[in-house]
């Protein structure tokens, strides 16, 4: 999308994009959240900048929720800093969250009523007058292409939709930080990169964008920076291609066996790559060329029933950080 599509497609009185204060937005200092003897934040430190989109990524448990109620003012910090919009959420937390946007992961909103009537009720808890919200529910409603819907009952709505109408919720009272919560979860691929359209629309008219998500390639599209929290802890942070680049190869050989030849051709396998992960149900060679390291293969007489180049993403990375194991 070229700048003049996003300026053309900004809602009146979002930010613009291009302000001169390069200010954190939040500034996290050994940030520690405890629930009795149970640690979920332990001790993290991570800035984020005005007008960047930027994620947090992990296992379940591994303390992105906790970090995000943290920065929403919502949960007290156990210990150490946080600094949001420049504010102490200890005691401005009314402030801070009068200035912030949340699409939390639940929908959340009220299906007796019509998507009208959920952005005017909400957008009236911040105190705005009736004819200035009128016309920012018609700006969001067309922002996020609901405006055929206005005086539908939110029941019926689809999930994209429905997710959609949260957004524009989100954006009633023109934050400054918009937080995400696994934003597209149980939504189908066309709503998602509507989804995607939007919040990258978002970034570029200068929003602050915090989102988490188990979606790797969507952390791809639409992150700048992320940190990826494995066990309360940050185990690395960068942007997504830098990740890719530090902890894994340009590209990823996949390679599939009938079952039972798998484990007879894992050491013929020797030398062919940076690293070779064997998994129950194939095996991965890890290497800066996969259709060289296709050929060598070919060569030693080893015959998989599929073999697979892709480039690394980052998918890949963060199963090398935090694991394969199973979390619930």
Same mark, same amino acid.
């Not at 937005?25 to 934040?41: E, G, I, N, P, S």
């Not at 009314?94 to 959340?108: F, N, S, W």
């Not at 990258?200 to 200068?206: A, D, E, S, T, V």
């Not at 039972?260 to 940076?274: C, I």
């Given at each position: 999308?070229?700048?003049?599509?996003?300026?053309?497609?900004?809602?009146?009185?979002l930010?613009?994009?291009?302000?001169?204060?390069?200010?954190?937005?939040?500034?996290?200092?050994?940030?520690?959240?405890?629930?009795?003897?149970?640690?979920?934040?332990?001790g993290?430190?991570?800035?984020?900048?005005?007008?960047?989109?930027?994620?947090?990524?992990?296992?379940?448990?591994?303390g992105?929720?906790?970090?995000?109620?943290?920065?929403?003012?919502?949960?007290p910090?156990t210990?150490?800093?946080?600094?949001?919009?420049?504010?102490?959420?200890?005691t401005?937390?009314?402030?801070?969250?009068?200035?912030?946007?949340?699409?939390?992961?639940?929908?959340?909103?009220?299906?007796?009523?019509?998507?009208?009537?959920?952005?005017?009720i909400?957008?009236r808890?911040f105190?705005? %007058?009736? /004819?200035?919200?009128? !016309?920012?529910?018609?700006?969001?409603?067309?922002?996020?292409?609901?405006? *055929? $819907?206005? &005086?539908?009952?939110?029941?019926?709505?689809?999930?994209?939709?429905?997710?959609?109408?949260?957004?524009?919720?989100?954006?009633?009272?023109?934050?400054?930080?918009?937080?995400?919560?696994?934003?597209?979860?149980?939504?189908?691929?066309?709503?998602?990169?509507?989804l995607?359209?939007?919040?990258?629309?978002?970034?570029?008219?200068?929003?602050?964008?915090i989102?988490?998500?188990?979606?790797?390639?969507?952390?791809?599209?639409?992150?700048?920076?992320?940190?990826?929290?494995?066990?309360?802890?940050?185990?690395?942070?960068?942007?997504?291609?830098?990740?890719?680049?530090?902890? %894994?190869? /340009?590209e990823?050989? !996949?390679l599939?066996?009938?079952?039972?030849e798998?484990?007879?051709?894992? *050491? $013929?396998? &020797?030398?062919?790559?940076?690293?070779?992960?064997?998994?129950?149900?194939?095996?991965l060679?890890?290497?800066?060329?996969?259709?060289?390291?296709?050929?060598?293969?070919?060569?030693?007489?080893?015959?998989?029933?599929?073999?697979?180049?892709?480039?690394?993403?980052?998918?890949?990375?963060?199963?090398?950080?935090?694991g394969?194991?199973?979390?619930?």
């Amino acid at each position: 999308m070229q700048p003049q599509e996003a300026a053309e497609a900004r809602p009146a009185g979002l930010p613009s994009q291009g302000s001169a204060d390069t200010t954190s937005l939040v500034t996290a200092r050994t940030l520690t959240k405890r629930f009795d003897d149970f640690t979920a934040v332990d001790g993290v430190d991570f800035n984020i900048e005005r007008g960047e989109a930027f994620g947090f990524l992990g296992p379940n448990g591994a303390g992105k929720t906790s970090t995000m109620r943290m920065i929403a003012s919502v949960s007290p910090v156990t210990e150490g800093e946080l600094t949001v919009l420049g504010m102490d959420p200890a005691t401005q937390g009314p402030q801070i969250r009068a200035r912030l946007g949340v699409c939390p992961q639940d929908d959340t909103l009220d299906t007796e009523l019509t998507v009208r009537e959920n952005l005017f009720i909400y957008g009236r808890y911040f105190g705005i %007058s009736g /004819r200035e919200l009128r !016309e920012r529910i018609e700006e969001l409603l067309d922002f996020t292409q609901l405006t *055929e $819907r206005r &005086d539908d009952k939110v029941e019926p709505l689809s999930g994209g939709m429905k997710r959609r109408l949260v957004i524009a919720r989100a954006l009633i009272n023109q934050p400054e930080l918009l937080i995400l919560d696994e934003p597209t979860t149980g939504l189908d691929p066309q709503a998602r990169h509507l989804l995607w359209d939007r919040l990258y629309r978002l970034k570029q008219q200068g929003v602050t964008l915090i989102i988490t998500t188990h979606y790797m390639d969507e952390a791809e599209q639409l992150c700048d920076r992320l940190v990826v929290m494995d066990q309360a802890k940050i185990v690395a942070e960068g942007s997504p291609g830098a990740l890719i680049a530090k902890y %894994s190869t /340009r590209e990823v050989v !996949e390679l599939r066996f009938a079952v039972g030849e798998q484990s007879d051709v894992v *050491e $013929r396998l &020797d030398g062919l790559a940076k690293r070779i992960e064997e998994l129950p149900d194939r095996i991965l060679l890890y290497t800066e060329n996969g259709d060289d390291a296709a050929a060598v293969i070919h060569e030693r007489g080893i015959m998989p029933q599929s073999i697979v180049v892709r480039r690394s993403t980052l998918e890949d990375v963060f199963l090398r950080l935090t694991g394969r194991r199973l979390i619930d």
